[in-house]
Nanobody
Framework: QVQLVESGGGLVQAGDSLRLSCAAS????????MGWFRQAPGKEREFVAA????????SYADSVKGRFTISRDNAKNTVYLQMHSLKPEDTAVYYC??????????????????WGQGTQVTVSS
């Protein structure tokens, strides 16, 4: 059982940067592909980015490509989401997620087994 705790959310202005962190415990962190998802009010949860167990593979939603960077530090059991050039449409609750098994490009939340509680990111115009 993996426990995930996100941090780093907040209120920022359009164009600002923010870094989210997700600390994992209770499992072998390096055994899990990690992902970031987000959910805006009234919308479905959507994929943002994913990183493989070793960090050698990453994938991004088209809406964040070139602005967001996912990374991980297996020694610290932590995955990060660096966000630049934030836009009001990036406003959402951001969730960290973990899945066992091999790499998948799937963007479906159901592919992930463990979830954090989320952290709010609000971008004002």
């Amino acid at each position: 059982q993996v426990q995930l705790v996100e941090s780093g959310g907040g209120l920022v202005q359009a164009g600002d940067s923010l870094r989210l962190s997700c600390a994992a415990s209770g499992g072998a962190f390096s055994n899990y592909q990690m992902g970031w998802f987000r959910q805006a009010p009234g919308k479905e949860r959507e994929f943002v980015a994913a990183i493989s167990r070793t960090g050698g593979r990453v994938s991004y939603a088209d809406s964040v490509k070139g602005r967001f960077t996912i990374s991980r530090d297996n020694a610290k059991n932590t995955v990060y989401l660096q966000m630049h050039s934030l836009k009001p449409e990036d406003t959402a609750v951001y969730y960290c997620a973990a899945r066992g098994g091999g790499w998948t490009n799937s963007v479906r939340p159901s592919e992930y087994n463990y979830w954090g509680q989320g952290t709010q990111v609000t971008v004002s115009s």
